[in-house]
């Protein structure tokens, strides 16, 4: 089987090290990327027939952003790989509060690396296909949430940045519809997931949110979706027939027998 290659980002924990491990249990190339390291992904990586290029940067750091993605491409150019997919996962909740407390440093970074980073990311990689001579189409998949659509008090920047994620991913499927060989891009909304951003949320004050109860109820009536099976539910919709450029879809409804919890 010749090896795809696989972009994900957030990579360092949570859903992001649950997809690249699923991929990497595929026999794929990974290229990964997180603030931090994670040396037990690395780890895990030699014990399957996949292969892993871990980088650690920040999204927010155009220069490093680019650095990673031109490796990308040239390993690409040399492989001719039959699969190319970039998967948007990095994401952060800070800055959280009304809007009136918001530090506006901190909601620069926030939007650098929830909307500005996918957006460069997907750029580069788009620019490059017709260089690469590909014969398949590039997927990106944007992970984002139902903040994008519903208001959360002490969540404007968040919510925010979805909806923005979510209008970019419908603006560049429309883009691609004209071409050739259209590229597909799509947005998921992979549910309520055990994360640290939900261990976040449940230890704000009650001045920054006034969904600090929901959060709480949610974990201790056990309806948090653990991070491999939506890792593995994320992946489900790239071969999903139903699943087309353009759409935002949401994991609870595509396929809501296995996300019953």
Do not use: W
């Amino acid at each position: 089987m010749q090896k795809g290659i696989y972009i994900v980002t957030g990579a360092s924990r949570g859903v992001g090290e649950a997809l690249c491990r699923s991929v990497l249990q595929r026999g794929h190339h990974v290229f990964a990327c997180a603030r931090s390291a994670n040396p037990e992904l690395e780890c895990f990586a030699t014990t399957t027939l996949g292969e892993l290029s871990y980088r650690s940067l920040d999204l927010g750091n155009y220069a490093e952003s680019r650095k990673f993605m031109d490796a990308v491409i040239r390993h690409a150019r040399g492989a001719g790989p039959p699969t190319i997919c970039l998967i948007n996962n990095a994401a952060q909740l800070s800055p959280v509060g009304p809007a009136e407390t918001l530090d506006p440093q901190e909601v620069a970074a926030h939007i650098l690396t929830n909307l500005a980073g996918p957006m460069y990311l997907t750029s580069s990689l788009l620019s490059a296909v017709s260089e690469l001579r590909l014969n398949s189409r590039v997927t990106v998949v944007n992970i984002t949430s139902g903040a994008g659509k519903s208001p959360y008090f002490g969540r404007s920047v968040y919510c925010a940045g979805k909806a923005g994620l979510d209008m970019f991913t419908r603006t560049v499927a429309r883009e691609q519809a004209d071409r050739n060989l259209p590229n597909r891009v799509f947005a998921v909304r992979p549910g309520v997931i055990d994360t640290s951003m939900q261990t976040l949320s449940r230890n704000l004050p009650n001045e920054a949110t006034h969904d600090r109860e929901l959060f709480l109820r949610l974990k201790r009536d056990g309806k948090l979706l653990p991070t491999d099976t939506a890792a593995e539910l994320i992946l489900r919709t790239l071969d999903d027939p139903r699943v087309e450029s353009g759409d935002i879809v949401d994991v609870r409804e595509l396929y809501p027998d296995d996300v019953a919890l």
